[in-house]
């Protein structure tokens, strides 16, 4: 029995009110979509969202983690091992990137479940993050939005056990990106709509129903790839479908996140399902791609964790559509952002531990905890005698804080801020809060972001952020 043992997703805070696209004011309760800050990624999200989905679970049984997406920022160049790294997973876990379609996700899904399944790996985590841009004040730009899920695949002991699946390949022109730009490109809506969309997603659905034994009253919630909410109630109709068994295709709340939009309703439908529930999902992207789900008692016994609804609440609304530009690098400048070349790669790699990992020393001699660290310890004086201590996942407090004005952020200035955690104290830059928000002792947590592009890479590090005060479930 392989499926689900758990899942996380992740949401940026930062929202972009559609009205301000065109020009007019953002009103309250009006559409938006999710859009990545200055200081996110695809990779930056993926970790947040695998974070989560870990909570609760010894991330040494994983064996192996697939990434999917459309949007990684480099060639040549594995994501899936710098998340592991952020992780702190096992140096000999296997890792593999999954790209070039929307369907990526679900294909990196399913791959997991075979490595499971085959007894190859006893765990596999896979997480699908796309952060896609359309040019602005495209067609597209309205429709896409940012944001990461991750599951964890297991055979012990599943909240959701999948039954079966069923995938078609097509050959379509619909949405792509060259080698070197920027911006999604799409073809005629019409177009895509009935010879792609449509057909496809219903051909995968049908073949899924003949191969489980399934009829649509048999699922409790189907989570498909939706365009729009038109096409989504077309398909729906055809396949025989109820508008209450749809799960909420989150258009003009988050938007269409790419290879991981369809595994983000799939999460969503996982934090309301009971046992007894049969789940429904199904991708689009050079074809179409459908699973069945079976909900097992597992799913109550799963602690809370951040899901897409926990995101979705957590909302910060840019207050212009320039805001948006810098964080996206998309307003003229003076200078070219790779005019140099960035991060040394000796000391990118001297110092991945403390950058990537968040991981200090603790002093065997006296348990002072050094970030970054040192040979000799600062309350007792022993030399060379240190333990690693992780960081990621601890707590801290601001002890002081000033204001940047002259480092690039989409809304300026950057907080700066000397943290405390344990003792040990850290200078980090606050992200996820406005200078009003910020005041001494606040307590924080830390996330895993993107410092700079210098060179042309993303330079990954980790900041603070106001601890949540939501609940998280």
Not at 67 to 93: M, N
Not at 287 to 310: M, N, Q, S, T, Y
Request: charged share 25%.
């Amino acid at each position: 029995m392989t499926g689900i043992a758990s899942y996380g997703a992740y949401v940026p805070m930062t929202r972009l009110p559609l009205a301000l696209i065109g020009g007019r004011p953002a009103k309250e309760g009006g559409p938006e979509k999710a859009v990545a800050d200055y200081d996110e990624d695809a990779v930056t999200m993926a970790v947040e969202a695998a974070r989560s989905c870990l909570r609760g679970f010894d991330a040494s049984v994983v064996d192996g983690l697939f990434f999917a997406s459309t949007s990684y920022p480099l060639h040549e160049k594995q994501a899936a091992a710098t998340i592991a790294k952020a992780l702190s997973l096992r140096r000999d876990v296997s890792t593999a990137d999954h790209a070039g379609s929307l369907r990526a996700g679900t294909s990196a899904f399913e791959a997991g479940l075979h490595a499971v399944a085959a007894g190859a790996m006893r765990s596999v985590l896979v997480v699908a993050s796309d952060c896609r841009m359309g040019a602005p004040r495209g067609p597209l730009e309205a429709k896409l939005g940012d944001g990461a899920v991750a599951f964890l695949l297991s055979n012990r002991h599943p909240i959701a056990e999948v039954v079966a699946s069923h995938a078609v390949a097509n050959e379509l022109q619909d949405f792509w990106r060259a080698d070197g730009e920027d911006f999604t490109h799409g073809w005629e809506d019409r177009f895509i709509l009935q010879e792609g969309y449509a057909p496809n997603v219903e051909e995968a659905i049908r073949g899924l129903f003949q191969k489980s034994g399934r009829a649509a009253a048999d699922f409790s919630r189907a989570a498909i790839h939706a365009p729009d909410a038109r096409s989504l109630g077309g398909v729906a109709r055809g396949l025989g479908l109820a508008p209450e068994q749809i799960v909420d295709p989150l258009i003009g709340r988050l938007g269409n996140n790419g290879a991981a939009y369809a595994l983000t309703l799939l999460a969503s439908a996982l934090e309301s399902a009971k046992p007894g529930d049969s789940l429904l999902v199904a991708s689009y992207g050079d074809g179409a791609h459908a699973f069945v789900l079976d909900v097992g008692d597992g799913i109550e016994k799963l602690e809370p964790r951040r899901g897409v609804r926990w995101h979705l609440e957590r909302r910060r609304p840019l207050r212009s559509y320039d805001s948006y530009l810098r964080a996206r690098r998309l307003e003229p400048s003076e200078w070219e952002t790779s005019a140099d070349l960035g991060l040394s790669a000796t000391v990118r790699f001297r110092e991945r531990d403390a950058d990537i990992s968040f991981q200090g020393a603790k002093c065997r001699a006296c348990g002072q905890i050094h970030f970054p660290k040192q040979r000799v310890c600062i309350r007792c004086f022993e030399k060379d005698a240190w333990d690693p201590y992780p960081l990621s996942e601890k707590r801290g407090v601001v002890l002081s804080y000033t204001f940047d004005y002259f480092f690039p952020a989409s809304e300026p200035p950057t907080v700066v801020t000397v943290t405390e955690v344990e003792g040990c104290r850290i200078q980090v830059q606050l992200t996820n809060a406005r200078p009003d928000d910020v005041a001494l002792d606040m307590p924080v947590e830390y996330v895993f972001r993107k410092i700079h592009d210098a060179g042309g890479k993303p330079n990954y590090f980790w900041k603070a952020s106001p601890l949540a005060a939501a609940r998280e479930d």
